[in-house]
């Protein structure tokens, strides 16, 4: 499956995803976000430390080496088939898009929250996220 990006606007992620069209995201992608901070974005983390870990997988997967990995490619890890077959690549708009509402990005999840409604607090994430260290090598 061809990897998928934001591109464009006017439907909604999961919309797109069932019909085989590409991600759309709306101009500004963390519409009224300012930049994103990575302190902040590490005490918004903590809400994912239930499930989430940079280096290893719990619940979720490890998000150490999650820009430019496609969705549902870490081994070992038992991702929904949804996830699997999604076509995402992960960088700043599809990480917003997912992010905002993963069960409407992704129908069929199984990453069971509801997401982050505010764009700075995901601006934030991102920002951390996007600082964290390389997965060790196996």
Known sequence: ???R?????????????ACGAAWAAPAGVAGAAGPGDAVRGQAVYERCLACHAIAYDR???????????RAGSVPGFAYSDAMKRSGIVWNEQTLDMFLKSPMTAVPGTSMGYAGIADPQERADLIAYLKQAPACAPP
Do not use: D, E, I
């Open 1 to 3: 499956m061809k990897p």
């Open 5 to 17: 990006s934001l591109v464009g606007a006017g439907c909604l992620a999961g919309a797109a995803l």
């Open 59 to 69: 619940t979720g997967p490890r998000h150490c080496g999650l820009f430019g990995r």
